[in-house]
Nanobody
Framework: QVQLAESGGGLVQAGGSLRLSCVASGRTFSTYTMGWFRQAPGKEREFVAAISYTGGTTHYADSVKGRFTISRNNAKNTVYLQMNSLKPEDTAVYYC????????????????????WGQGTQVTVSS
């Protein structure tokens, strides 16, 4: 079993930056693909970014490519999402997720492939 806890959300002006963190409990974190998803009010949960268990491979949604960076520190059981050049449309609750998901782009972007989820952290970008 893995428990995930996000932090780092908040209110920021457009063009600003935030860094989200997700700390995992348990000894299996280093074997998990980790992903970030987000959900805006009235919208479905959408994929943001994913990182392989070694950290050597990443994948991003087109909407955040070049602005967001996912990384992980397996020694600290933590995955990060550095968000730069934020836009009002990035406003959402951000969730981290983990599981033994094969790192295939068409698979890691699917929310139901992940069995472990955090509670989410709110990110609000004002214009």
């Amino acid at each position: 079993q893995v428990q995930l806890a996000e932090s780092g959300g908040g209110l920021v002006q457009a063009g600003g930056s935030l860094r989200l963190s997700c700390v995992a409990s348990g000894r299996t974190f280093s074997t998990y693909t980790m992903g970030w998803f987000r959900q805006a009010p009235g919208k479905e949960r959408e994929f943001v970014a994913a990182i392989s268990y070694t950290g050597g491979t990443t994948h991003y949604a087109d909407s955040v490519k070049g602005r967001f960076t996912i990384s992980r520190n397996n020694a600290k059981n933590t995955v990060y999402l550095q968000m730069n050049s934020l836009k009002p449309e990035d406003t959402a609750v951000y969730y981290c997720a983990g599981d033994t998901v094969p790192f295939v782009y068409t698979i890691v972007s699917i929310a139901r492939r992940y069995g472990y989820w955090g509670q989410g952290t709110q990110v609000t970008v004002s214009s």
